[in-house]
Nanobody, 123 residues
Framework: QVQLVESGGGLVQAGGSLRLSCAAS????????LGWFRQAPGKEREFVAA????????NYPDSVKGRFTISRDNAKNTVYLQMNSLKPEDTAVYYC????????????????WGQGTQVTVSS
């Protein structure tokens, strides 16, 4: 069982940056693939980033590639999402998630979810 708690969301102007954090409970944190997702009002949940258990592999969709960076600190049971060059279309609730699979298919392949943190980007 893993419990996830996101933080770091807020209001930022277009072109700005935010760093999201997701703190996890559980002694087996370093065995999970971790991901970030987002959901804007009226839209489906969208995959944003994923990182392997040891941080050696990351994956991003084209919509955020080059602007967002996922990282993890297994000693702190925390995963991060650094978001740069933010755009109004990045506005959404951001969720972190954990999967016991090495290559989970988003989003169904993820087993545990946080409650989300709001990110609002003003134009």
């Amino acid at each position: 069982q893993v419990q996830l708690v996101e933080s770091g969301g807020g209001l930022v102007q277009a072109g700005g940056s935010l760093r999201l954090s997701c703190a996890a409970s559980g002694r087996t944190f370093n065995t999970y693939t971790l991901g970030w997702f987002r959901q804007a009002p009226g839209k489906e949940r969208e995959f944003v980033a994923a990182i392997s258990w040891n941080g050696g592999s990351t994956n991003y969709p084209d919509s955020v590639k080059g602007r967002f960076t996922i990282s993890r600190d297994n000693a702190k049971n925390t995963v991060y999402l650094q978001m740069n060059s933010l755009k109004p279309e990045d506005t959404a609730v951001y969720y972190c998630a954990a999967s016991i699979q090495m290559r989970p298919s988003p989003p169904r392949g993820y087993d545990y979810w946080g409650q989300g943190t709001q990110v609002t980007v003003s134009s």
